[in-house]
Nanobody
Framework: QVQLVESGGGLVQAGGSLRLSCVVS????????MGWFRQAPGNEREFVAG????????YYADSVKGRFTISRDNAKNTVYLQMNSLKPEDTAVYYC??????????????????WGQGTQVTVSS
């Protein structure tokens, strides 16, 4: 089994920055494609960013391109989401997700097999 634990959320003013972390435990000997998703109240859970197992391929939602950066440190079993120039519309619960080994990184929520509990990000105007 695989467990994902997010941290780093909080309250920040518009224009500010936060860095989210996701620590992977359990079967960490198998490296997985990873993604970040977010869900605002009343909305569907949406893709934010994804990264391949090697870190060589990344994808971003159009709404965060140029502001957010996904990265990973496989030695630490950790994936990061650096969020800059935050906007009130970025307010949501942010979830870390992993696909099973051997799969490609994708933007589709249903492709992901493991999920964290989420961390709240609130951006005030």
């Amino acid at each position: 089994q695989v467990q994902l634990v997010e941290s780093g959320g909080g309250l920040v003013q518009a224009g500010g920055s936060l860095r989210l972390s996701c620590v992977v435990s359990g079967r960490t000997s198998i490296i997985y494609p990873m993604g970040w998703f977010r869900q605002a109240p009343g909305n569907e859970r949406e893709f934010v960013a994804g990264i391949s197992w090697s870190g060589g391929t990344t994808y971003y939602a159009d709404s965060v391109k140029g502001r957010f950066t996904i990265s990973r440190d496989n030695a630490k079993n950790t994936v990061y989401l650096q969020m800059n120039s935050l906007k009130p519309e970025d307010t949501a619960v942010y979830y870390c997700a992993a696909r099973k080994s051997g799969q490609r990184v994708t933007t589709a929520r249903l492709d992901y097999d493991y999920w964290g509990q989420g961390t709240q990000v609130t951006v005030s105007s």
